[in-house]
């Protein structure tokens, strides 16, 4: 007779035990960060690819908001010598005056992914010479290593300024298998700034063909936003595919009988360009890597100069929403710093 009321009296026991559990501040923790993550992961890329890794806010107290700013050109050239009535800041649409102004230089940490898959094995002697160039116009405080990639990335060479250490590895390098790019950058994004401090950046040294890779660009390319990493890609291209990649987004008509590889091939190039403009970095398309000799040191001068800027801001503005929307622009100067970005208001 009294079974039932142990059966029933063990049921409400185990109700009451889960309950218990599920109250466990681990528990509430893992489920607020699982929430947390499915709201990250349901952001719009182009969000994400709104703040530059040229333009950074680097610190906000309620004094003052601290941005860092590189400004380039209509030909994506940085600008120097601009002074701070160049500069408009903007927080949620309200011109802000800028109470610092200094144009910085900055320790630059430069990765070198450079392509050894057998698609490159006509440039392979001039990719190595283009990166041994590029690392010798570094200068003092500057950081660099070095990640070669086919069919997977390894990295042959740790962080470090010697010039003769790079170059006596990375010369020796031979061609090994298909290119698998974008998971290259992956690796190097997720793998190999860790430990380092100052700007991040990833100087890529390829055909730009990707022909093995489980990752999509997309992804890649937004991991970069999030982990403030500019991609510079140098990619060996050919003298029309600049009228190809035109013909591919406005005239596809006109590329019915090249073949579907070709278009393909015409495509990625547009959505590299796109996304990593968007990123902040810019692409550099080569007919050979021997073509490079005046880009080094304005690539390294874009790298290593910023413009530090700070306001404080207005205080009727301050408790209107938790999220301040800034926007850099200058002022009477053709180009502009490609910035949108904000912070939260404590």
């Not at 806010?57 to 009535?85: C, M, P």
């Amino acid at each position: 007779m009294s079974y039932p009321r142990f059966q029933q009296f063990r049921c409400a026991f185990f109700l009451i035990l889960l309950f218990m559990l599920l109250l466990r501040p681990e528990t509430i923790q893992a489920q607020a960060a699982n929430e947390a993550s499915a709201v990250d992961q349901s952001l719009p890329l182009i969000d994400v690819l709104k703040r530059p890794q040229d333009s950074l806010i680097v610190g906000v107290n309620l004094d003052a908001v601290s941005i860092l700013v590189t400004a380039r050109d209509k030909k994506g050239d940085y600008i120097s010598s601009l002074k701070q009535d160049d500069f408009v800041i903007l927080e949620d649409g309200d011109e802000q005056p800028i109470s610092f102004f200094k144009q910085d230089t900055v320790p630059v940490n430069v990765v070198f992914l450079v392509d050894a898959s057998y698609s490159v094995n006509d440039v392979l002697t001039n990719i190595i010479d283009a990166a041994v160039t590029f690392a010798s116009h570094l200068r003092s405080g500057d950081k660099y290593c070095s990640v070669i990639f086919a069919h997977k990335p390894i990295k042959i060479l740790d962080w470090g300024d010697n010039l003769q250490a790079f170059q006596d590895v990375i010369r020796n390098v031979k061609t090994f298998g298909k290119t698998a790019l974008y998971d290259s950058m992956e690796y190097v994004i997720e793998n190999m700034f860790d430990r380092v401090q100052g700007k991040k950046a990833m100087i890529i040294l390829s055909d730009g063909v990707d022909n093995s890779s489980t990752k999509s660009l997309t992804r890649v390319m937004r991991l970069a936003a999030e982990r403030e990493v500019t991609v510079y890609p140098i990619i060996h291209s050919f003298p029309q595919s600049q009228h190809y990649r035109e013909l591919a987004k406005n005239d596809r008509d006109k590329l019915r009988n090249v073949s579907k590889y070709f278009v393909s091939y015409v495509d990625a190039q547009n959505e590299f360009l796109e996304l990593v403009a968007k990123n902040g970095g810019r692409i550099i398309w080569s007919n050979g890597y021997n073509d490079l000799k005046n880009i080094y040191d304005v690539l390294v001068e874009e790298l290593k100069n910023q413009y530090a800027l700070s306001y404080v801001p207005q205080p009727k503005k301050r408790t209107d929403k938790d999220f301040k929307e800034v926007t850099v622009k200058l002022r009477d100067v053709p180009g502009g710093v490609f910035v949108r970005l904000g912070y939260f208001q404590e």
